[in-house]
Structure formats: C-alpha cells, structure tokens
C-alpha cells in the first residue's frame, strides 16, 4: 500500500491526485533558490529587518510570500494542509505579518535560531503564535 504523500494525510490514490497540490510544492519551489543559500539566523534577521521596516528583508518576504501565495491556491483545504505541513499560515496574512510572528517568537525561544533549517523555527513559531493548533 502506497504511503501519503504527507504524514497524517489519508492514502494517496493516483485518482484522488489534485493538481492544486503540485501548485502547491510549485510555489513552495520558488523560494528554493534563495532558501538554499539561507541558514537559520540569516533567514531570521531577514525577518527582523522585514519586521522593523528596513533594508535586508527581502529574503524573508520572498521566501514567505512564495507560501502564502502556494497555499492560497488552494482555496477551502488552504488551512488542512497547511496546518498538515506545519505552517499554520492565514489565508489573509501578509509576509510582514508572517515575519513579525516568526520574529515575537524567535526572541522568545532563541533556541529557535539553533535549529537545522529556518522552516523548523518557521513551523514552531506559528504553532505557538496560535496556541498549537491551527
């Protein structure tokens, strides 16, 4: 029997297969070029820089824009999957918003910054902004 494409999500069909879904990772693929060359505290100053109005956030933004505008398209199951991934990112939220809970939640863990890849903190930090659940 062939796994999910997720952890958590029901058993993949290739009937059930929905083009949305490859938007999706399609989007999520556009900041892929410039989160290779990004560690955690580099993507989280970018954060604090988006977050405080300044130059050098461009980073983040991109980075957040390429989800929130991946997961918008998929309509009404925008929040299962994204909840699913981990993101807990809000259909109307913008990526300075986006940063400013990255940002609230970074300095109250900054063990956030020590984490292997910047999507780690990403995930906690959205978790914790909506009190662990979506």
Same mark, same amino acid.
């Given at each position: 029997?062939?796994? @999910?494409?997720?952890? @958590?999500?029901?058993?993949?069909?290739?009937?059930?297969?929905?083009?949305?879904?490859?938007?999706?990772?399609?989007?999520?693929?556009?900041?892929?070029?410039?989160?290779?060359?990004?560690?955690?505290?580099?993507?989280?100053?970018?954060?604090?820089?988006?977050?405080?109005?300044?130059?050098?956030?461009?980073?983040?933004?991109?980075?957040?824009?390429?989800?929130? @505008?991946?997961?918008?398209?998929?309509?009404?199951?925008?929040?299962?999957?994204?909840?699913?991934?981990?993101?807990?990112?809000?259909?109307?939220?913008?990526?300075?918003?986006?940063?400013?809970?990255?940002?609230?939640?970074?300095?109250?863990?900054?063990?956030?910054?020590?984490?292997?890849?910047?999507?780690?903190?990403?995930?906690?930090?959205?978790?914790?902004?909506?009190?662990?659940?979506?």
């Amino acid at each position: 029997m062939r796994r @999910g494409i997720l952890p @958590g999500l029901n058993e993949f069909k290739p009937e059930d297969f929905d083009m949305r879904l490859v938007l999706v990772f399609c989007g999520l693929a556009v900041a892929a070029p410039v989160s290779a060359e990004v560690d955690t505290p580099a993507f989280l100053q970018s954060c604090r820089d988006l977050h405080q109005g300044r130059a050098g956030g461009a980073t983040c933004e991109a980075m957040l824009e390429g989800a929130l @505008g991946a997961f918008s398209l998929l309509g009404a199951d925008y929040m299962p999957l994204s909840a699913e991934m981990g993101y807990c990112l809000m259909p109307d939220m913008t990526a300075t918003e986006a940063a400013t809970a990255i940002v609230r939640y970074a300095d109250r863990d900054p063990e956030c910054a020590q984490l292997a890849h910047f999507s780690m903190c990403m995930n906690l930090a959205f978790q914790q902004t909506y009190g662990g659940s979506c």
